[in-house]
């Protein structure tokens, strides 16, 4: 077979793929979860903003936790919060690494967590599918994160790994229909992806 071939027939997967992708959804569903997002996120940086402004310098709040805690306690909960349904945003863990002495080094390791956390999650959601009274318990509950990580796979542990929405819960649906475990690591890098990102604007803010 030759190049030209072989350059065609990826073209004609590439587009069935978005075919697919169209046809069942998920541009769609990727639209509105960004539409819903963007509000709320916006409301969060504001009032965030104006507490910075009116109430209380994080400047200072971050520099006063770095020199009072252990970066270690502040590290666990990170990672106990990203396993367990991403109760605490990511965002202040993030401003909380700016005012460390080593930044990135710090928000590297946040992303590491954060990453390892999804894994836990993962295998969290392998063990209860095992378990055939929770997992009919969590079938309803997570209905619509099972349902779509089956029709779009891969490519929805993207968006959760990418979006302002829990991980955690995109991974423990992953683990519950028993999604490939190295195709989850390798789409799970991306939440590196999004811990710099975010970085970039959280550190000129605060």
Same mark, same amino acid.
């Given at each position: 077979m030759?190049?030209?071939?072989?350059?065609?027939?990826?073209?004609?997967r590439?587009?069935?793929l978005h075919?697919?992708y169209?046809?069942?959804?998920?541009?769609a569903?990727v639209?509105?979860?960004l539409?819903?997002?963007?509000?709320?996120?916006?409301?969060?940086m504001?009032?965030?903003?104006?507490?910075h402004?009116?109430?209380?310098?994080?400047?200072?709040?971050?520099?006063?936790?770095?020199?009072?805690?252990?970066?270690?306690?502040?590290l666990?909960?990170f990672?106990?919060?990203?396993?367990?349904?991403?109760?605490v945003?990511?965002?202040?863990?993030?401003?909380?690494?700016?005012?460390t002495?080593? $930044?990135?080094?710090?928000? *590297?390791i946040? !992303?590491? =967590?954060?990453?390892?956390?999804?894994?836990?999650s993962?295998f969290? /959601?392998?063990a209860i599918s095992?378990m055939?009274?929770?997992?009919?318990y969590?079938e309803?509950?997570?209905?619509?994160?099972?349902?779509m990580i089956?029709?779009?796979?891969?490519f929805?542990i993207?968006?959760g790994?990418?979006?302002p929405? $829990?991980f955690?819960?995109? *991974?423990?649906? !992953?683990? =519950?229909?028993?999604?490939?475990?190295?195709?989850?690591?390798l789409? /799970?890098?991306l939440?590196?992806v999004?811990f710099y990102l975010?970085?970039?604007?959280?550190?000129n803010?605060f």
């Amino acid at each position: 077979m030759d190049s030209s071939s072989k350059i065609r027939i990826k073209k004609s997967r590439i587009r069935l793929l978005h075919q697919y992708y169209s046809y069942t959804g998920f541009y769609a569903f990727v639209k509105s979860s960004l539409g819903k997002l963007i509000i709320p996120i916006s409301l969060f940086m504001i009032v965030l903003w104006l507490v910075h402004i009116l109430v209380i310098d994080f400047n200072d709040l971050f520099t006063s936790i770095t020199t009072t805690y252990d970066p270690i306690i502040i590290l666990t909960i990170f990672f106990a919060s990203e396993s367990l349904l991403g109760l605490v945003p990511p965002e202040i863990f993030i401003a909380w690494a700016d005012k460390t002495e080593t $930044p990135i080094f710090y928000l *590297s390791i946040l !992303a590491m =967590l954060s990453y390892l956390g999804g894994v836990f999650s993962f295998f969290a /959601g392998k063990a209860i599918s095992r378990m055939p009274s929770v997992y009919a318990y969590l079938e309803v509950k997570m209905q619509k994160h099972i349902k779509m990580i089956r029709k779009w796979g891969g490519f929805l542990i993207v968006v959760g790994a990418l979006l302002p929405i $829990p991980f955690s819960m995109t *991974s423990i649906a !992953a683990g =519950l229909i028993q999604y490939r475990f190295r195709n989850y690591l390798l789409f /799970g890098l991306l939440r590196f992806v999004r811990f710099y990102l975010y970085a970039v604007v959280i550190f000129n803010v605060f």
